[in-house]
């Protein structure tokens, strides 16, 4: 990866709308956003994905804007933000400053948070301060993953549904020896699943649409990054050892 994350310089306490950007103060105002108590009115905010790199800035996995703000305030891990080409390194005091900025100049960049007295900017990125160890090499096989990977597309007729009106389809049988990999299942609508009961495709006498290959990473992070909002987790992002879990 090109270039370390340099630490941001100090920036300007702003006001907007009569209340300023640190009035939760530091800590106790992240632990309160966290926690959702304390009189906040929280926005769908909390639910935001962040990135979480480890202490060498590789990702590591994504985890809710919730999770993410409870390490900002246990200190256990800093806000990274890409600014036209920089890394810049914010606690949570400076980054409650900063979205100040952000919400008169690019609110609609960013997944907001907003409180009786703040509003403050979901970061798209963490880094954990004590944490060096490698990340996994394999994307977990599960349900949720194998939706995204075929994008809630039945892999025969092509078609999209809702995840309640989807099944996981062998391609070869599990009464002729398919197995549960990547390569062997797939999305499938009830009709077309009923078409091919217990057949593979050549004895159903119909094709799938794209040959079914175990994702490279996550495939939920693949969809995400199509969304203009995450657009700088590509600069973190790695095929050779990017291969994280949704937590």
């Not at 530091?26 to 309160?32: F, I, L, S, T, Y």
């Not at 994307?139 to 597309?153: C, E, M, Y």
């Amino acid at each position: 990866m090109a270039g370390r994350p340099r630490t941001n310089g100090g920036h300007a306490r702003r006001e907007r709308g009569g209340a300023r950007a640190d009035s939760e103060g530091g800590v106790a105002g992240a632990e309160a956003l966290a926690a959702g108590s304390n009189g906040y009115a929280l926005a769908g905010g909390l639910n935001a994905k962040v990135l979480v790199l480890n202490k060498l800035y590789m990702a590591m996995r994504v985890v809710s804007a919730r999770r993410a703000f409870c390490m900002l305030a246990r200190d256990m891990a800093e806000v990274i933000h890409v600014d036209n080409g920089q890394y810049l390194s914010y606690d949570f005091e400076s980054w409650a400053e900063i979205s100040a900025l952000q919400a008169e100049f690019e609110p609609e960049r960013h997944d907001w948070i907003r409180t009786v007295r703040m509003e403050i900017a979901v970061p798209k990125v963490i880094r954990l301060l004590g944490y060096d160890r490698l990340p996994q090499q394999q994307v977990k096989l599960n349900r949720r993953n194998l939706f995204a990977r075929d994008r809630n597309q039945c892999q025969y007729c092509g078609k999209s549904f809702p995840t309640s009106e989807l099944s996981i389809d062998h391609v070869v049988p599990r009464a002729q020896g398919g197995r549960d990999t990547w390569e062997n299942l797939v999305c499938a609508c009830v009709r077309c699943n009923a078409k091919k009961g217990g057949r593979t495709p050549a004895q159903a006498r119909i094709e799938l649409i794209r040959e079914p290959v175990r994702p490279k990473r996550n495939p939920l992070i693949t969809l995400r990054l199509n969304n203009e909002k995450y657009e700088t987790w590509r600069t973190f992002l790695d095929s050779a050892y990017w291969s994280v879990e949704l937590r």
